[in-house]
């Protein structure tokens, strides 16, 4: 079980830290889950020094597909690494809504994080008007076919995938349990068709969609469900915690 938060653009550099100390305090050792944090860019150091000897890793929100070069106010791999990070979120539906990026552009940056040692959590999820149109499984099959043309994993543990109805961030809205487990089934058999049964079985399918201590445990209770990306949820110490206890049962 792996669960991920993602602070989106919220903390500035007290707040991060604050958060930070009472995630900290409050998880201990979290084993057997695994956890990370996604800090906004500019939080990363500080939530670094924070993290440093506990078992909670870092991870960043996003990053440019290029190695360096003349991109102003963009963000490479070799930067989330050399400031500690371990996972970086690619793909988000924020991302592709608001900032138009395609399955193409997100595969040109998995391939590049893999490169730095960075596991990708790659986002996947349809809208509510495709859901209704039932096409809900199409357009995951297709953002998943599309943002991992060509990838190679040396193992299970180098890409982890978030399932994400776009219905259900923020809105208040999840999936049902057993709506997250038949996408989640889905998935791990795309995984299981392209990375062979080993891996495929093996690789983390995270959900995210509103989720919160009161659902946590039920939407974890799923065979195919192995943790969750958390948003507004992981803002909260308490909260964030209470969804990590909830994936140890």
Known sequence: MLVAGNWKMHTDRAEAIALARAIVASLGDPSPIRVAVCPPFVNLEAVRQVLEGSPIALGAQNMHHEEAGAYTGEVSAAMLRAVGCRYVILGHSERRQYFGETDALVNQKVKRALQHGLVPIVCVGETLAERQAGQAEAVVER???????????????????????????????????????????????????????????????????????????????????????????????????????????
């Open 143 to 249: 953002q998943l076919q599309g943002v991992l043309d060509g990838v190679e994993l040396p193992s299970a543990e180098a890409l982890v995938i978030a399932y994400e109805p776009v219905w259900a961030i923020g809105t208040g809205h999840t999936a049902t349990p057993d709506e997250a487990q038949k996408m989640h089934a889905l998935i791990r058999q795309l995984l299981i068709a392209r990375y062979g049964d080993a891996i495929g079985r093996a690789l983390h399918i995270l959900y995210g969609g509103s989720v919160k201590p009161d659902n946590a445990a039920a939407l974890f209770a799923q065979p195919d469900v192995d943790g969750g990306l958390i948003g507004g949820a992981s803002l909260k110490a308490a909260d964030f915690t209470a969804i990590v206890q909830a994936a140890r049962h």
